[in-house]
């Protein structure tokens, strides 16, 4: 205990304090860890438990006795509320009339935060007492409500049946105009084909006409149509073009076919000879391994000896330059193809679909 300037001092540890203090561990010399601090004594004694009991004592009042070990505590005088009014006691008269519980409760002012709160809280009871006044009156709208929804979907719904109706009458529709123009167009080729066999059989009777008009075949006699698959054609080359009299007739009717230049004379007679389908299995000169080398078969110089009877300046590395672009371009065309055939069947589906749905 030191005494500076009239102050008590004393030291006391900063780790396990009540431990030291109740085994009385001096503190070390210079004083490490220890806090100096300035004290009052309220009251001495030699016991640790009686020590630690006026502690709790001196928390409420300072008036701790230092001769005696029980200290007296303060006395607490209880409000004026909680009291009994008694009109006999000489007390009561000397200090006048006694107010009520009431009266200081209504002469009780309140902080800025509890009228905050209370504020806060008025505001949410009626914002609650708005919520459900205005959801009983959404619950005795909601029958009416539902019954003119319910109303609209039917009447969506005979709308859609109406339309469902009207797009399978169309289809029905298409469908017979679609057979009645294929039938058509058969017809119309066979009346073409007699009509060219007709003019063919004149210029050949005919008097004063070469040699030329005499030994000249179309490429329909030869071919009714272009293949649509590569094993067809390749059929077609061994067992159709396996002689020089019929190479030379493809030949000829090749040449038939013709064109503005020599580009578009290979793709007029390629595309007549078959489509991309058939084109995307093939390779130029065979640098592709999952393709087949289109510079092998036998059609590829009777088309190149066709084009040079249609073009006799053409050179044969114009001709390779031009079969490589349209053997390149093939499978991407036929990747559009498909996409295109794709998304029409889906613009026709999806009003069916969606009738399905609902």
Not at 212 to 239: A, G, W
């Amino acid at each position: 205990m030191l005494s500076d300037h009239g102050e008590q001092q004393c030291f006391w540890p900063t780790s396990n304090p009540r431990s030291k203090a109740r085994n009385g561990v001096p503190p070390n010399q210079p004083p490490e860890n220890w806090s100096k601090h300035c004290i009052r004594i309220l009251y001495r004694t030699d016991s640790w438990e009686k020590a630690d009991s006026k502690v709790q004592e001196a928390l409420y009042t300072s008036n701790v006795d230092t001769d005696s070990d029980i200290g007296t505590k303060r006395r607490v005088k209880a409000p004026a509320r909680f009291v009994e009014q008694s009109s006999d006691s000489e007390e009561d008269a000397n200090k006048g009339p006694k107010r009520s519980a009431d009266e200081d409760l209504r002469n009780f002012e309140p902080s800025p935060r509890v009228k905050k709160i209370r504020a806060q809280k008025t505001s949410c009871q009626a914002r609650h007492k708005e919520k459900i006044s205005g959801r009983d009156y959404d619950m005795g709208l909601s029958s009416s409500r539902d019954a003119t929804k319910t109303e609209n979907l039917f009447k969506q719904l005979d709308f859609i049946r109406e339309d469902i109706h009207g797009v399978s009458r169309n289809i029905d529709g298409l469908r017979v105009d679609v057979d009645s123009l294929r039938r058509q167009m058969k017809s119309n080729e066979t009346l073409l084909l007699q009509c060219r066999q007709k003019v063919e059989n004149y210029e050949r009777r005919s008097p004063g006409s070469g040699s030329y008009n005499q030994t000249r075949i179309r490429i329909d006699e030869i071919l009714s149509e272009p293949f649509q698959d590569s094993e067809d054609l390749e059929s077609f080359m061994n067992e159709r073009l396996n002689a020089e009299k019929r190479r030379s007739e493809m030949v000829s009717a090749m040449s038939s076919i013709g064109g503005v230049n020599l580009n578009q004379t290979v793709r007029r007679i390629y595309y007549r000879v078959g489509t991309d389908t058939v084109w995307q299995d093939y390779c130029h000169l065979g640098f592709n391994r999952e393709k087949k080398a289109w510079i092998e078969r036998s059609m590829y110089k009777m088309i190149y000896s066709a084009c040079c009877k249609i073009h006799s300046s053409a050179t044969q590395a114009e001709y390779e330059a031009a079969v490589n672009s349209l053997l390149r371009h093939a499978p991407e065309k036929v990747k559009k193809k498909l996409k295109a055939q794709a998304s029409r069947r889906n613009e026709l589906l999806q009003p069916l679909m969606i009738a399905e749905e609902q």
